[in-house]
């Protein structure tokens, strides 16, 4: 998993390359656990994401330390299969994945998917 790491002010752009599966899980919570202690915002830029399956939405909806409490987390750049994950488990189980939280303008992000 080749993730690039973007730093500027209080927020870091994670930007995983290839799948996320419960394969590259590690590496990826390595990335977040090596963030300065001045990071307060997490943007995942998904748009190298190719694939993810249930380990995806662990890593955005995980809980502590993993699940990135201390950061106000937002995602961008989905692409369709990624979104198509996102929305089914936010229809199926809405309580446990608040989309909202991640996609702040909610209708704006999930109309315009990236292909």
Do not use: K
């Not at 996320?20 to 990071?39: I, K, M, N, Q, Y």
């Not at 994950?85 to 608040?98: G, I, M, N, R, S």
């Not at 909610?106 to 109309?111: K, N, S, V």
């Amino acid at each position: 998993m080749n993730i690039t790491t973007t730093i500027t002010g209080t927020t870091a752009r994670l930007t995983p390359h290839g799948e996320v599966d419960f394969d590259t899980l590690p590496p990826l919570h390595s990335a977040v656990d090596r963030l300065p202690s001045h990071v307060t915002d997490l943007l995942w830029d998904l748009e190298h994401l190719t694939f993810t399956d249930v380990a995806g939405l662990q890593l955005l909806f995980g809980t502590a330390s993993h699940g990135c409490p201390r950061y106000q987390t937002t995602v961008t750049n989905l692409r369709d299969q990624p979104l198509r994950l996102l929305l089914t488990a936010t229809e199926l189980f809405p309580a446990a994945y608040d989309v909202s939280r991640l996609i702040p303008s909610t209708p704006a992000g999930l109309a315009a998917p990236r292909t």
